[in-house]
């Protein structure tokens, strides 16, 4: 079964930095990317960022440069770095991976069970 495990999420002043993780095990042939997104209260879950394997990152525009996402290719595990957190950062962070199986050409995906972050004095 592949699953994805994250830690990192918790409760940080504002202005404040906090570092989000996500391992992916399993059965994983080949990962297409993998990122992060998140839902705040009241509103749909949005992109945060992502990455493939390659390296090619894709951020949302209004918090490109304040978050910054990596991977470790050998370890299967993403990052988000985020700095300078905002109130308004306050969302469940969800994990997010495409994948392939074995010779397959169409990816699978998966979704983490979601971390909290929030952002409070």
């Known amino acids: 079964q592949v699953q994805l495990v994250e830690s990192g999420g918790g409760l940080v002043q504002p202005g404040g930095s906090l570092r989000l993780s996500c391992a992916a095990s399993g059965s994983i042939s080949r990962i297409n990317a993998m990122g992060w997104y998140r839902q705040a209260p009241g509103k749909e879950r949005e992109l945060v960022a992502t990455?493939?394997?390659?390296?090619?990152?894709n951020y949302e525009d209004s918090l490109k440069g304040r978050f910054q996402i990596s991977r470790d290719n050998a370890k299967n595990t993403v990052y988000l770095l985020m700095n300078s957190l905002k109130p308004e950062d306050t969302a469940v962070y969800y994990c997010?991976?495409?994948?392939?199986?074995?010779?397959?050409?169409?990816?699978?995906?998966?979704w983490g069970q979601g971390t909290q972050v929030t952002v409070s004095s």
């Open positions: 990455i493939t394997s390659t390296g090619n990152t």
């Open positions: 997010n991976l495409k994948f392939f199986l074995g010779t397959g050409v169409s990816p699978y995906e998966r």
